[in-house]
């Protein structure tokens, strides 16, 4: 049986125009007890498998609660696509490269469909496989999960602090290499996952998956020789997810009602179009757009926050008791042609209700609660990234077909990821 909204074509493939397509039908989607992680294939996605990997070995009930339905023919995935979530079906026929007789992108999983699948139906999103080509790991991670997702950087002085504390909590975590290394053991500008944060033991893990060499343990020094940044996916079992697709003016305020019924960490998103939707449609210029968000109890402002230009929005409350709160969110639009965004709650316990006004009243604040999670990265911080990576963009497809590793006894690791440089 064939998907004909994503058919196994050369269209659909993208650039690869040597790649045929082959069916594995008879391969189960998981299999129990499994030792192996998802391995990158000849696509420019580190983006995508470091990520899920990183929560596939810290939530992998979270993954597996991503397939919605499955036969020998099709399975039904759910992604979280800009804030809304949203189920994508996909038939079992893959990118084959018949000269090696393997599987181009995304491999098996010991023998398992579940990573190829969730990385064909993002392909199918974009419309093609080479449509997913670079990325940001944050995107990875809130579409895999619906959570947000922090930067911190290795060169900040707290930076120990930070990703001990966060090892302690279990969240997902990825890691992204610095741009020079002083050897060829670790790619340059790459993402890793990182499997394990323990005393001053940090376990990371390259998506290339080279036999014996994929899992280093570095001592805490040494991966701040190493890598420029960590991304924390903000991750909660149990949590609530709920959702609202919004049109507005320039800045017109949107209001919403929270019932916060139950005490515990909540979040509230201002998410906007991906970029990647755009990539085909140079002439219509899309930016991201500054953003604000503000928490109002009683009639107190709760935080106060300049306007951001980031894709995903959001702020946290550390709640201690159940109260009412309301959420004002603006946008100052700098786009013609789109003026959509989502927000979202997540959340242990709450009920989410757009609103008209707000109703203020005088509400004592003591013993309501903190911020746990600052926003830390921003759409600057990131564009300045993808700047810098342009050049290197543009020598990555010409190096598209030379990207092997040296044969064994000399083997080494690539020095550079290649075309899934992240930006």
Known sequence: MIDQEFPPTIENVGKKKTLSWKAFNDFPLFVEQSSQFPKQGKLG???????????????????????????????????????????????????????????????????????????????????????????FNRTTFKVLTGAPTNKFRTRDPNFKEIIYEIGALHFPVGANSKKQQIDNVFATNHAYSILKIDEDQIIVRNPWGIKNRDQHTLTFEEFKLRFASIECCYHFDGYQYQSEKVTSDVLEPVYFEIEIKAPGNYFFTVNQKNKRWFRNKPHLKYVISPCQIQIIYGDTILNQQQHQSNKEVWINWNFKRPCKIYIICQIEWQNIVVNEFIFNTYGPDFNQKRVQEIIKSNEDINDLGYIQFLQRDSEKEQEEEEKSNQIQQVEIQQQENEQVISPPPQQKERKSCGQCTIY
């Not at 992998?60 to 189920?87: A, M, N, Y």
């Open 45 to 135: 996605n580190c983006y995508w498998i470091a990520p899920l990997v990183a929560v596939y070995a810290a939530k992998p009930q979270q993954i597996k609660s991503l397939f919605q339905s499955h036969d020998s023919d099709f399975t039904t995935v759910r992604f979280c696509i800009d804030g809304d979530w949203q189920e994508i079906t996909v038939d079992h026929h893959f990118p084959y490269n018949e000269e090696k007789q393997k599987v181009a992108y995304s491999k098996l999983v010991d023998g398992a469909l579940w990573a190829m699948i969730l990385e064909k139906a993002w392909a199918k999103l974009y419309g093609s496989y080479q449509q997913i080509c670079a990325g």
